[in-house]
């Protein structure tokens, strides 16, 4: 095991890193306490990924004989990882971990730094980010698929995100696909955060979500009437002063707007540009087409406008591939259901390998299914196979 690729591993992973902020900006150490003793209810892996390197650092120095105060350690180590564009290489790593300590780490130093790691990686409690870690770094990067239909058939798709407990809003943001600069990004979420709490804590909202389109965020609660942008005229003292300020002083050209819609709060941040791949986090996946048990949501956390399966990739991927009428008629039932809450929400069964006769089977049989279906679903499952997608 190559040990400082597992703990870049870690400090890359996006949903750490959005913990981290969530945790660390604009907060005392106080503060960040409470919110860590808070997260520890959850047992989350981002709350397990924090108390582990906090085990590691106090573990490195006992062995240097050196005192661990933790307030110094954590609270720098926080803002390295929130201030550091990629952990991608050992030298960087190094670097991290000499910011953070304050010290000077040479080769001696690192290796007991990875001695550590393994020894606490032992423990029950890090087990599974232990295995997790492994199982990351022996899976090899698919080939990227050809996704070029969704331009043409899912454009205007948007994710939903609720957000009931406003610790929650940065850590359902990790997965987010975005062609922001991750520094951009981060300060991003950082204002996103502030506003939500802002709306939860100050303004009383209980309800409060979060709208994300190929260019635009938009926060939405219901709570007392405000504006963010007060926050640009104001004197810089609390988080959200700071977050909005860097936002404005740093990317002019980021456009925001506060509006008051149906007795909501409004706030939406635009860009110039396409920045959010919201159709890749769309995917259902089927992981059993014969039993069709368990469907999985790729990202779970957001309701979206239009959804996707593709049946090429699964079949790829299962050694039992058969699918009989049962099935399908099955997998259209749980489908329906998903769709039936919102007028507008469509899933697409895309079939990317007709050349296999094993999803030209398939194909088939679900198009026979739907067409008995056809006034009930009134078109809202639509089949898209490779070669109409290409047209």
Request: net charge negative; aromatic share 12%; with cysteine.
């Amino acid at each position: 095991m190559n040990i400082w690729k597992a703990i870049s591993t870690l400090l890359n992973n996006p949903n750490f890193i959005s913990f981290v902020i969530s945790i660390e900006a604009g907060a005392t150490w106080d503060m960040i306490k409470k919110m860590m003793l808070k997260a520890s209810e959850d047992v989350s892996d981002e709350y397990l990924t924090y108390q582990l390197f906090a085990d590691i650092f106090n573990r490195f120095y006992m062995e240097k004989e050196y005192a661990f105060d933790e307030k110094l350690v954590m609270s720098s180590f926080l803002e390295q990882v929130r201030s550091i564009e990629n952990v991608s290489t050992r030298e960087i790593t190094r670097q991290l971990l000499s910011n953070t300590m304050g010290i000077e780490v040479n080769d001696e130093d690192f290796f007991i730094w990875e001695k550590c790691f393994i020894h606490v990686c032992t423990r029950d409690k890090y087990q599974l980010i232990y295995r997790k870690v492994m199982l990351e770094q022996q899976m090899k990067p698919e080939k990227t698929p050809d996704n070029s239909w969704m331009k043409k058939y899912m454009k205007g798709n948007c994710c939903t995100i609720n957000f009931k407990v406003f610790e929650k809003a940065i850590p359902s943001l990790g997965n987010i696909c975005t062609s922001l600069e991750k520094r951009v990004w981060n300060d991003i979420k950082v204002l996103i955060w502030e506003i939500i709490y802002n709306a939860q804590k100050h303004g009383k909202a209980d309800q409060c979500r979060l709208k994300i389109d190929e260019n635009a965020i938009t926060i939405i609660d219901n709570g007392v009437r405000y504006s963010p942008l007060d926050l640009k005229s104001k004197e810089i003292s609390g988080g959200g002063g700071i977050a909005m300020y860097k936002i404005c002083d740093d990317y002019p050209e980021i456009e925001m707007e506060a509006l008051y819609e149906k007795n909501e709060n409004v706030f939406r941040i635009k860009f110039e540009d396409v920045v959010f791949d919201v159709n890749q986090l769309s995917e259902i996946i089927v992981p059993d087409l014969m039993l069709v048990t368990n469907m999985e949501y790729l990202y779970p956390d957001g309701e979206f406008k239009y959804y996707f399966i593709d049946i090429g990739r699964t079949v790829k991927n299962k050694r039992f591939l058969g699918a009989s009428y049962s099935a399908l008629h099955k997998l259209l039932e749980a489908l329906e259901e998903k769709i039936r809450s919102e007028a507008q929400r469509k899933v697409f069964i895309y079939f990317s390998n007709l050349q296999d006769d094993r999803v030209e089977d398939i194909y088939m049989r679900l198009k026979e299914c739907l067409h008995r279906w056809k006034n009930r679903l009134e078109e809202r499952i639509v089949v898209i196979s490779e070669d109409v997608s290409r047209r």
